[in-house]
């Protein structure tokens, strides 16, 4: 029902900027919050920022003040701008949407972006 397609990661160096694009496509429902998360080798999948169809914003303390996630309902996409990338930034990120369709709601995952940065 639900295909994610992240895009835009790269390599970096620290202090540097990234800007991460999610466009979903669906063939029915509507899409609620969508996710960005971020899991390094051997870490497990942590929540970086949220946003709702609202555009009310959530971010993970260690990235408060540096990354912004903003959405563009109309065209499905959501973006998240990563500011003053650190080292400790370094992971595959991972776009998640959430879908409902009446009284059901899934999760889809997109298929991961690698963003490395560099000291």
């Known amino acids: 029902q639900v295909q994610l397609v992240e895009s835009g990661g790269g390599l970096v160096q620290a202090g540097g900027s990234l800007r991460l694009s999610c466009v979903a496509s669906?063939?029915?429902?509507?899409?609620?919050?969508i996710n960005w998360y971020r899991q390094g080798p051997g870490i497990q999948r942590d929540l970086v920022a949220s946003?709702?169809?609202?555009?009310?914003?959530n971010y993970a303390d260690s990235v408060k003040g540096r990354f912004t996630i903003s959405r563009v309902n109309a065209k499905n996409t959501v973006y998240l701008q990563m500011n003053s990338l650190k080292p400790d930034d370094t992971s595959v990120y991972y776009c998640?949407?959430?879908?409902?369709?009446?009284?059901?709601?899934?999760?889809?995952w997109g298929q991961g972006t690698q963003v490395t940065v560099s000291s």
């Open positions: 669906i063939t029915f429902g509507t899409i609620n919050n």
């Open positions: 998640n949407a959430e879908h409902r369709w009446k009284f059901a709601l899934s999760n889809f």
């Open positions: 946003i709702t169809p609202d555009n009310i914003t």
